[in-house]
């Protein structure tokens, strides 16, 4: 699937769409000049260059200027290095976007941990406002949620309007990329490299199994859905699965999520010595086995939903505490 699409010309194919006969698909209600796509990037006190870095495989793709707006989504926490970082951006690289905004995350809020989650929420919000000030629907508007190290391939943003555009008004869907952790890998201790394939080659696995396959790290997401789920949660640390589960009972068990097969290109874990690589290593997947915190969510919304059968339900409740049984029995 992945060479498959990579041959394809997205930026061809999606301009040649033949409108008059997508009767029911996005794509009969709005064409490819009509779609904005918005880079939601989530950062920290990561230094200038790697945030660079990903932004130039954004302008790699050559995208219609006019519809790419960047979001530098960043932590009061970080004091001065978020304006820092929004104004070298800005004035090296505005006009590659129509346009390009800050948003900052206040510190201490009640009721939010410190979390990515928690900042992307805030910028999602940020975002709508901006939206409505220029009328721009939401379901016109596909929003990437991405790591401050996260790139794409130059076809990237012309294959996720393409997919949008085939897809069914009537079902909700969400689209999930590969991630393949190529930024660094040769520089990575080899335990690394080795935690960092299998991860891509169990994802590329569940691609296949739809009944598996939900949202995990950096993905893509019709903001109209974001507006339908509350946005994403901002007291739980597992914020791409906890998204999974909302969409899913928001929707009624109808979502489908759709795996993208031209990959983003990420980071494997690396410190400044092989110890610290690995201590943050495991530090990383005992991150991702905090999601069993989803199980007992799940089972409550189990019970309080009236519209999904209880076998399909079972499923999912099972399904999630054999995968974090396996996951912990990994890590430990």
Known sequence: HMKRDAKIDWKAKVKQIDYSVTKGLVAEKYNYNDIYQIILLIFYKEPIQLIEESINSYISAKYN???LI????????????????????????????????????????????????????????EVK???????????????????????????????VAYKYLMTRIDQPTSYQPIH?????????????????MSSTLIFMHNTLREKKFHHFSSRV???????????????????????????????????????????LEMSAVLSDSFFKTIKNQYQQLRRWAWGIVDFPYVVFKSFKDKEISSVKKFYKIFYLLERFCNLIIKIY
Do not use: C
């Not at 004035?91 to 900052?104: D, N």
């Not at 000030?133 to 379901?139: A, F, L, P, R, V």
């Not at 190529?182 to 080795?194: G, H, I, K, S």
């Not at 019709?222 to 699965?241: H, M």
């Open 65 to 67: 200027v006019k519809n």
């Open 70 to 125: 960047l979001v530098l989504a960043t932590e009061e926490r970080a004091g001065e290095h978020g304006e820092i970082v929004y104004k070298k951006i800005k004035e090296k690289y505005a006009q590659y976007f129509h346009t390009i905004i800050k948003t900052t995350h206040p510190a201490n809020i009640k009721g939010e941990i410190k979390s990515k989650s928690s900042n992307a929420t805030w910028g999602a919000k």
């Open 129 to 159: 406002k901006y939206l409505d000030q220029n009328n721009i629907n939401y379901d016109q508007v596909i929003l990437h949620n991405f790591d401050a190290d996260t790139k794409i391939r130059p076809q990237f943003f012309y294959y």
């Open 180 to 196: 393949v952790y190529l930024n660094n890998m040769w520089e990575a201790p080899a335990a690394v490299r080795v935690v960092a």
């Open 221 to 263: 997401d019709i903001f109209q859905t974001l507006i339908d789920i509350g946005y994403w949660t901002v007291d739980s640390i597992p914020e791409d699965s906890r998204e999974y589960y909302d969409t899913y009972f928001y929707y009624q068990g109808k979502l489908k999520i759709e795996p993208l097969y031209i990959p």
